[in-house]
C-alpha cells in the first residue's frame, strides 16, 4: 500500500527535484547545520540527515525530532517538504531525517506493520542512541513524526518503542486495524493526526482490502488508550486562503492520563499533502490555513 503509480511518481521526482533546487538556494541562508550520515544496522548501512540549530550547545541539552518520509519519497525531499529549520532554529531542538529501505519495486519505505524481515523500530531505536551519543540530547524529549508511511511508521513506535518516544504526529498517514487491536504502549502517547478527508493515496474512511484503519477509529482509539474525555473541543482554524479549495477543523481532546492529549486537524477537501508547505503538491488542494511544522512543533513542545 502507499505506493504511487508510475506517472505519479515522475511528476513527483520532478516536483521533488525543483523543490531540492529552491531548498538548497534557501539553505545558504540558514545558520544551522546539516549533515549526512550512517550507522550499521542488522548488516546494513543506513543513512539520515541530522539538522542542527545555530543555537545548540553541548552543555545544554536539546529535544529531538524524527522526521519520516513517506513511501516513494526519501530523507532530502522529506527535510525540504516537512520543512523544520526555521522553526528549530528558534526554539532550537535537533532534527533528524532518517532513510529508508527500498522494497521489491525499488521505492524507498518504512515496515510500519512487519510485512517484511527489515527491522526499522530497531534501526530508529540504535539511531536515537547514536544521535545521543553524538549529541546533548533531552531523552524525555524525543518525538517522532512524518508523511504517509513516514506517519504509520510514528505510529508503529509509538506502539512498540513509547519508552523512548514521548509523543508522535502523522501527517497523510494511518494504521491498520490488525495494529490497532496489538498497539500496546507501555503509558499514554500524545498523538496528532493532521489528514484531508479528499487523500486519494490514504483514504480518510480507509480500505478494507488493505487492512487500513480509517482516520476516525485511529483517533478514537488513542483518545480511548490515553483515557481522554471522549468530546472534543472543536475550532474552526480561519480560512485565510480560499484558493487552497480547503478548510480546517481543529479537534483537542484533553484530560488524557499522564497529561497526555489527542489533537487532530481534519482538513475538509483536503488532499495527500503536507498544509503550509511552500511548494503545494500539484492537484492535491495544499491547506495553507496553518502550517503542519509549526503545528506539530507546537503540539510537541
Known amino acids: 500500500y502507499l505506493i504511487f503509480n508510475k506517472s505519479n511518481s515522475i511528476t513527483m521526482r520532478k516536483l521533488f527535484l525543483f523543490c531540492f533546487l529552491l531548498g538548497s ?67 532550537g531542538f535537533i532534527v533528524v531525517h532518517p532513510q529508508g529501505t527500498l522494497d521489491p519495486q525499488g521505492f524507498a519505505y518504512w515496515n510500519s506493520s512487519g510485512v517484511t524481515d527489515v527491522d526499522d523500530v530497531g534501526f530508529l531505536s540504535s539511531l536515537i542512541d547514536t544521535i545521543t551519543s553524538n549529541y546533548n540530547i533531552n531523552l524525555d ?58 487523500d486519494q493515496v490514504v483514504l480518510y474512511e480507509g480500505e478494507t482490502l488493505s487492512g487500513i484503519a480509517s482516520i476516525d477509529d485511529v483517533v478514537s482509539y488513542w483518545v480511548s488508550f490515553n483515557n481522554c474525555y471522549s468530546e472534543a473541543i472543536l475550532s474552526v482554524i480561519p480560512d485565510n486562503n480560499t484558493f487552497d479549495l480547503s478548510t480546517v477543523e481543529h479537534y483537542v481532546y484533553g484530560g488524557c492520563n499522564n497529561d497526555s492529549s489527542v489533537e487532530f486537524y481534519k482538513i475538509i477537501n483536503g488532499g495527500h499533502t503536507w498544509p503550509g508547505a511552500e511548494i503545494p503538491l500539484v492537484g492535491n488542494n495544499t491547506n495553507q490555513d496553518f502550517n503542519a511544522s509549526q503545528a506539530i512543533w507546537d503540539f510537541f513542545n
Do not use: W
Not at 547545520?33 to 543506513?46: V, Y
Not at 512524518?146 to 514521548?166: P, R, V
Open 25 to 91: 538556494v534557501y539553505s545558504y541562508s540558514q545558520q544551522g547545520t546539516t549533515t549526512t550520515d550512517s550507522i550499521m544496522h542488522n548488516g546494513t548501512i543506513r543513512n539520515y540527515i541530522t539538522y542542527v540549530p545555530p543555537s545548540y550547545s553541548p552543555s545544554s541539552s536539546a529535544p529531538l525530532v524524527l522526521n519520516f518520509h513517506g513511501r516513494g519519497s526519501n530523507a532530502t525531499q522529506q527535510y525540504y517538504l516537512g520543512d523544520f529549520r526555521g522553526i528549530a532554529d528558534t526554539a
Open 141 to 198: 524529549r524525543v518525538y517522532s513524526m512524518g508523511m504517509s508511511n513516514g506517519g504509520f511508521m510514528s505510529y508503529t513506535l509509538a506502539c512498540e518503542l513509547s519508552d523512548k518516544i514521548a509523543a508522535i504526529a502523522s501527517v497523510t498517514g494511518s494504521m491498520l486495524t490488525d495494529q490497532i487491536m496489538s498497539c500496546s504502549p507501555s503509558r499514554p502517547v500524545p498523538v496528532m493526526q493532521i489528514h484531508g478527508t479528499a
